[in-house]
């Protein structure tokens, strides 16, 4: 069963740009309403397609080098990095349905 994995400023170009398999970015913050709501679902997310994706989370408020290098202007902000280039990425919280879509459009 997956989850996902909290990374950081100093963990984000080994568990992301260098990840074999594409890697799902979940851009948050402690005050975000919509991202305590699309949490869970990441969470599911994570253990249904352990095998293709990997799901991470980074805290916009304690890792600003990656916010502003990404330049996420609001949260929650999902971006899906392949080969270590962000290729998709949607602004808010999304329905399962979307984000498993938006998954498996690169995949």
């Known amino acids: 069963m997956g989850a996902a994995k909290v ?4 963990t984000f170009v080994t568990d992301v740009l260098q990840s074999d398999k594409p ?14 709501k699309v949490s869970p679902v990441l969470e599911e997310i994570a253990g249904e397609m352990a ?6 989370k980074i805290n916009i408020d304690e890792n600003p ?16 990095f392949k080969g270590g280039q962000p290729v998709q990425s949607v602004a808010g919280a999304k329905p399962k349905g ?6 498996q459009s690169v995949l």
């Open 98 to 103: 979307d984000l498993v879509r938006l998954i």
């Open 23 to 36: 890697v799902l970015v979940d851009f948050w913050a402690e005050w975000c309403g919509p991202c305590r």
């Open 51 to 56: 095998d293709q994706v990997t799901i991470v």
């Open 7 to 10: 990374v950081t400023d100093k």
């Open 65 to 80: 080098e990656t916010t502003r290098a990404y330049r996420v202007m609001s949260v929650p902000t999902l971006t899906i």
